[in-house]
Structures are given as C-alpha cells and as structure tokens.
C-alpha cells in the first residue's frame, strides 16, 4: 500500500495527516497525492518497549516526503541523516522506510 498525503485544493498546502480545514488557508477540499520516496532528516532507535516480546530494535525516523510533509517511519535498518528511502505502508498501517 502506498502512503497519501493531502493536499488543498485551493492555496496548495500539503499536509500529513487529513485535516478538515487548511491551517493556511481555511479551505475545505483536499486532493490526495501519493508519495513514494524521502530524504531520513533524524532518525532514532528504540530498544525498550512496553509489553514488548523481545522483536528487537526498533528504528524511527522523520523523514521529509517529496511532497513536503514530515512523517515519522519505522525502518527496517539504521540511516543517517540524508539517506533517502521509499515510503510504503504494512497491512498494519505502520509507515515503513526502505534503503533505495
């Protein structure tokens, strides 16, 4: 599954996630625009969690998508600041970066 985020159809402003209303604008009619690529602008790992069963690290970033909009993706290793990645969703709807 690919990852949408939207966009105002009346100022342009592109958002992650859907709003009712444009911040920008005040507008109220959005297009969905599909992203498929990112540039990782911090990323961290989590080695702890709450009620986890020993799955292991877990590698976040923020990446800034082509389309503009911040999202926060689990990745399936460690990147460095810089390090561009495909953006896909998991039948969970985890947001998930991969090395291209």
Request: hydrophobic share 40%.
């Amino acid at each position: 599954m690919t990852l949408s985020v939207f966009q105002c159809k009346q100022c342009g402003t592109t958002l992650f996630p859907a709003r009712y209303f444009c911040p920008a604008c005040g507008g109220g009619q959005w297009r969905e625009c599909t992203v498929e690529r990112g540039t990782v602008t911090e990323s961290t790992v989590v080695r702890h969690r709450v009620g986890a069963r020993g799955d292991g690290d877990v590698h976040l970033a923020s990446v800034v998508t082509s389309a503009g909009p911040i999202v926060i993706a689990r990745l399936e290793a460690a990147m460095q600041s810089g390090d561009a990645v495909s953006l896909d969703v998991d039948d969970a709807g985890r947001l998930i970066g991969r090395a291209v």
